[in-house]
């Protein structure tokens, strides 16, 4: 079945850094990919579409310039969290869709962030 | 109101007993449903996935579309302490590329199969 793999699984960092995720469609090409974001014990919320070739597109109340997404190849999407702080924190998820018209989301197994 | 509705739980079962799941949506453009399952600190695990009404089943697990009552069932049968997680509705109005900035999750149920 498709295969999304999301590096790293959990990464700790200082306040006022920035960190990097990867998100790769292991046996597919993607044009499009999703990140997500997911608090404790709730469902999972859409903070950017990332577009191979071209910008992406935020949801409302989500700050572009915070969270970067770079896809740069049919295979590989990247967020970047920007001097992140502590209420960064959290658990960040990508997603594809592994085919054409009609095709489910597969998704990463997330990253988890914590900001000290 | 939620556009998706799905009860929090926590769900506890025995071992072996048959484990329904559910959502209700307002959305009559729905028309792709899915089932996830998530792991604590997992990503989803797509479980099901069916277009329109009716049954699909794969396994120990039947996936059920009624969008005339705008309601989705997932059941396990037989189920396992392996099957303890959370799980996620998710739906769609229209399918393809689009889908990840056009799915409408449920809040996720978790369930408790015990040994």
């Known amino acids: 079945g498709a295969v999304v793999s999301q590096h790293p699984s959990w990464v700790i960092c200082k306040s006022g850094t920035s960190v990097k995720i990867e998100c790769r469609s292991l046996?597919?090409?993607?044009?499009?990919m999703f990140w997500y974001r997911q608090f404790p014990k709730q469902s999972l919320m859409l903070m950017a579409t990332s577009n191979e070739g071209s910008k992406a597109t935020y949801e409302q109340g989500v700050e572009k310039d915070k969270f970067l997404i770079n896809h740069a190849s049919l295979t590989l999407s990247t967020l970047t969290v920007t001097s992140a702080h502590p209420e960064d924190s959290s658990f960040y998820i990508c997603?594809?869709?592994?085919?054409?018209?009609?095709?489910?989301?597969?998704f990463g197994n997330g990253t988890r962030l914590t900001v000290t | 109101q939620k556009e998706v509705e799905q009860d929090p739980g926590p769900l506890s079962v025995p071992e072996g007993a048959i484990v329904s799941l559910n959502c209700t949506y307002s959305n009559s453009a729905f028309q792709y449903f899915m089932w996830y399952r998530q792991y604590s600190r997992k990503g989803p695990e797509l479980l099901m996935y069916?277009?329109?009404?009716g049954n699909k089943e794969d396994g120990r697990f039947t996936a059920q579309v009624d969008k005339s009552s705008k309601y989705i069932s997932l059941f396990i049968r037989d189920s396992q302490p392996s099957d303890s997680a959370t799980y996620l509705c998710a739906m769609s109005a229209k399918g393809g590329n689009n889908a990840g900035n056009m799915l409408t999750f449920g809040g996720g149920t978790r369930l408790m199969v015990k040994p």
């Open positions: 997603s594809a869709p592994s085919a054409g018209l009609g095709s489910p989301l597969h």
């Open positions: 046996d597919f090409q993607a044009t499009t």
């Open positions: 069916t277009y329109s009404s």
